[in-house]
């Protein structure tokens, strides 16, 4: 995987007497990103690309990564609570929330509690919703490495992107995995409750999706979009799942764009 290289520091906050780690680099207004299923990689070419337009808090949610798990949390909300406390412990406002693959299952959850910090919504390939048609992937029926590698485009783009680490990743992947059933299992990936609480949500929302996502269908995009009353669509064409792994530069000019429109 290729790595960025800017400067960035690392600190802690204490939520519920749990330590939870955040990456910090770049200058301007908030951005706090929260990553897939399979946990938080490092300073990725993303949070660089982010970085030239924003503050970036890269968090390693509660139970994954470098934060201390929060052996009670049974379900995305309850993760959800303990973010937004950890904005709220940090002096955040404003704040750009991005939130990727599970880590979008959790920002929803996240604004549909309590939007007073969150200037901007970005979900990009989200769970949290069911597809009409079709399912979402299910990890923990086949090897993780194979999971990851779907949810790229093809082969090549996977073994130019994180081929190389895919060794050095293997841990995180399954320390995340585990964390991610205790969230997710049942049902999986979804709650039926969010989209009607969404309705009530009127922060303006940036929905980015791969036109070639074979982890979560792109019918739970139109969803996300038709539920947020304030919600625009990019299907970024030929993308996989992990969008802003093949296009970070893409994927953070339409959200940095997204916040001056």
Known sequence: MATATSTHSEQTTVVAGKTIRILVGGSGPPAVVLHHSTGNPGWIPFHEALAEHFTVYAVDM??????????????????????????????????????????????AEMVAANDERIAQLVLIGAAGIQPREGEIMDQMLIDYEDYVRDSFRDPATYDATLGASAESLKELWDFSREMTARLSWKPYMFNRRLPHTLSEVHTPTLIIWGGADNVIPLDCAHQYRDALPNATLEVVAGAGHLVEFEEPAMVAKLIATGVTA
């Open 62 to 107: 509660p139970g994954y990564g470098q934060s201390e798990r929060p052996d009670w949390a049974r379900e995305p909300r309850d993760i959800a609570m303990l973010v937004n406390r950890a904005l709220a412990r940090l002096g955040l406002d404003g704040v750009t929330l991005i939130g990727t693959g599970f880590g979008g299952f959790v920002a």
